[in-house]
């Protein structure tokens, strides 16, 4: 009694469900009743009309069994049997019908998914139905009906809707054509799992806007073959070809594991040829691997640096983070906005942003408040030199972790300007440490430089002296004070990529200071997540240094760039303009004199401690504020240097 509830109760949602998909086509066309909206509306295309052809296509491949089995002439004691079998099979194919919950599929949208929920329905009928019969026979038939039947039944259901998707898909590119512009015509480099949900993805989707003329995949195996009626035409280094034969308007890169010099042979290729590039990201950005057209984007330059993926220990991260009052000055910032994102994911209890730029704490916080809706928010406009100001708001706020972002980092600025990098970088440090070890912070994040290596500028020995400044208050606070130091991020406001975007934009040649220059690049989103992991792993005292692969010249950053803005080596100038005030030529990331160990995390390196500091140390600070006021570049940095190395790494000789 139960089941025949079980079963009216879904036919009757089956029969009455309401189909709420419905396509609008606004304009002339969109006003006259075509042949597909005909289908559309009519009863075989709705859930009852497919349950109605299932029972149907059912029961007829009952009947063909017997009749196939007697060669198509049935003798007239089967035909008598005929109908008691169906009156036997067809309640149990109905229970498993339901149970399976087939009538809820789409056929528009039939898949594999699909076709194992069919398979294991006619299966466990006939199985059931065998059972059954071998416990209460009721007539004798052929056994090898019921194996004829089960393969029919699996075909014929399989086959309608078959051509039922087919049928929809032809709707929906007739009806794309009639209301889209031309497509684009894309050519996809990659004839794996992911080049293949990006190729039916398009097939099935025309209002997307593309049209794949073609596959390119260096495996010779799969070069001539067929992927959904799209051929696999040649190997990546026929793009340039392929681009000018088939009138190519875009390239889509769907190799998520692919290498960084894989990107960087596509890349050339596609510049020589004069064409856009979009790529699926690494794997390690595709959310539980999911793969879609949404993905695409356009390759960016961290694509192509030489770098491990990252994973980051979650659980650690969580447990200093969730739930905590978590502070970031120069929230505004490149880093610090990024800080506050990545931070955000972890559901801190309240998240303050703390900057003096209005403008870039309005935007990060406009972000934060569309992304997490439930995210405690608070921003405060503030200098972190207004002692007064900072001690009021962590008063207010209590925070438990606080990120120390806010500085100065431009070198060449600071060395025209070294009162405002001593009094932010170090000053503006001192307020922020005593604050939180005045109002009980639990964890104090201080972000660094490689600039601090061996300093050289005006702006890498305040990071230096902030530093110091941890080993000094760690004798002289319960709030544990943790560094980190690391090199370059690509992306960052006025990095060099930024100033080789506008440079490029104006029609002007990108200037590099030397051609040998190098330096240590990392992607934004990569450094925080490993400060945010340095901070799991810290205690007090802790320096730590962020392991950033090998040094990248700036000359092929600059080479790379152009080639991914579409242009060819040939047809922008690059000029070396000499190395600026303050600026080395390789930068370090640790001193030789420095003892640097393997922590947990093989991307995070702890620089050992070199020893307290005495309270001279602060005199000298003291004293270094009142010289700063004069304004005098190199005496600044003379004054800077004899303190590093008294309190510090001796200076490089």
Not at 326 to 355: D, F, H, M, N, W
Request: net charge positive.
């Amino acid at each position: 009694m139960r089941v025949q509830i079980f079963l009216f109760q879904e036919f009757d949602k089956c029969c009455f469900k309401k189909n709420n998909r419905s396509e609008h086509i606004h304009g002339e066309a969109g006003n006259k009743k075509n042949s597909g909206d005909m289908m559309s509306s009519s009863f075989f295309r709705s859930a009852a009309g497919h349950f109605l052809i299932d029972v149907v296509s059912f029961v007829l491949a009952i009947v063909f069994a017997f009749f196939f089995r007697f060669e198509f002439h049935l003798p007239q004691v089967y035909a008598r049997v005929i109908p008691w079998v169906i009156l036997r099979e067809a309640p149990l194919f109905l229970i498993f019908y339901f149970l399976f919950r087939i009538h809820q599929s789409l056929w528009e949208y039939f898949s594999l998914d699909a076709l194992r929920d069919l398979v294991l329905v006619i299966t466990l009928e006939k199985l059931a139905f065998s059972f059954l019969y071998f416990v209460f026979p009721f007539l004798s038939f052929p056994r090898s009906v019921v194996i004829i039947s089960y393969t029919t039944t699996l075909l014929l259901l399989f086959f309608v809707r078959v051509v039922f998707r087919w049928w929809h898909e032809k709707e929906k590119r007739v009806e794309s054509a009639r209301i889209s512009t031309r497509p684009k015509r894309v050519l996809i480099v990659g004839a794996g799992d992911a080049g293949e949900k990006i190729l039916r993805e398009i097939k099935t989707h025309p209002e997307l806007g593309y049209e794949v003329v073609g596959l390119l995949d260096d495996d010779r195996h799969k070069r001539g073959k067929v992927i959904h009626g799209t051929g696999i035409l040649g190997s990546i280094e026929d793009l340039p070809r392929m681009v000018r034969d088939f009138n190519v308007h875009e390239v889509l890169i769907a190799i998520p594991s692919a290498k960084p010099s894989l990107f960087k042979r596509i890349v050339t290729l596609a510049s020589s040829a004069k064409v856009p590039l979009r790529t699926l990201p690494g794997i390690w950005e595709l959310i539980n691997g999911t793969v879609s057209v949404s993905k695409l984007r356009r390759v960016r330059l961290e694509d192509l640096l030489e770098r491990e993926v990252v994973n980051l220990d979650s659980i650690a991260i969580r447990e200093y983070l969730a739930g905590r009052v978590v502070l970031v000055t120069g929230a505004g910032g490149s880093i610090g906005s990024e800080i506050c994102r990545q931070v955000a994911t972890y559901r801190p209890g309240k998240l303050l942003l703390l900057g003096r730029g209005e403008n870039s704490i309005f935007n990060i916080e406009l972000e934060l408040k569309w992304k997490y809706p439930e995210l405690s928010l608070r921003s405060y406009i503030a200098d972190v030199r207004d002692r007064e100001r900072i001690f009021s708001i962590f008063a207010r706020e209590k925070p438990e972790v606080v990120f120390h972002a806010a500085a100065h980092k431009h070198v060449p600025l600071m060395e025209e300007n070294p009162y405002e990098a001593v009094t932010n970088n170090i000053f503006g440090t001192v307020n922020v440490i005593e604050a939180s070890r005045t109002h009980g912070t639990a964890k104090f994040i201080f972000i660094s430089t490689d600039k601090a290596v061996y300093p050289a500028n005006i702006m890498g020995a305040t990071k230096r002296i902030g530093e110091i400044l941890l080993r000094y208050y760690e004798d002289h606070s319960s709030t544990q004070l943790i560094g980190v130091r690391f090199g370059n991020v690509l992306g960052s406001r006025g990095s060099v990529v930024e100033v080789f975007r506008k440079q490029l934009e104006e029609g002007l040649p990108l200037t590099i200071t030397h051609p040998e220059m190098e330096r240590f690049f990392m992607t934004i989103e990569e450094a925080v997540g490993l400060v945010l992991q340095a901070g799991a792993l810290g205690r007090s005292g802790d320096l730590f240094v962020l392991d950033m692969g090998k040094p990248i010249r700036v000359l092929d950053l600059a080479r790379n760039f152009i080639e991914l803005s579409g242009y060819t080596l040939d047809e922008v100038e690059i000029q070396f303009v000499g190395v600026r005030s303050g600026e080395r030529i390789r930068e370090d990331l640790w001193e030789k004199e420095e003892k640097v160990e393997k922590t947990a995390h093989p991307k995070i390196l702890r620089i050992l401690s070199q020893g307290a500091v005495d309270g001279t140390f602060f005199r000298e600070l003291e004293t270094l504020r009142e010289r700063v006021k004069a304004d005098n570049p190199s005496e600044c940095l003379a004054l800077l240097q004899d303190i590093i190395a008294r309190f510090g790494i001796p200076k490089r000789k």
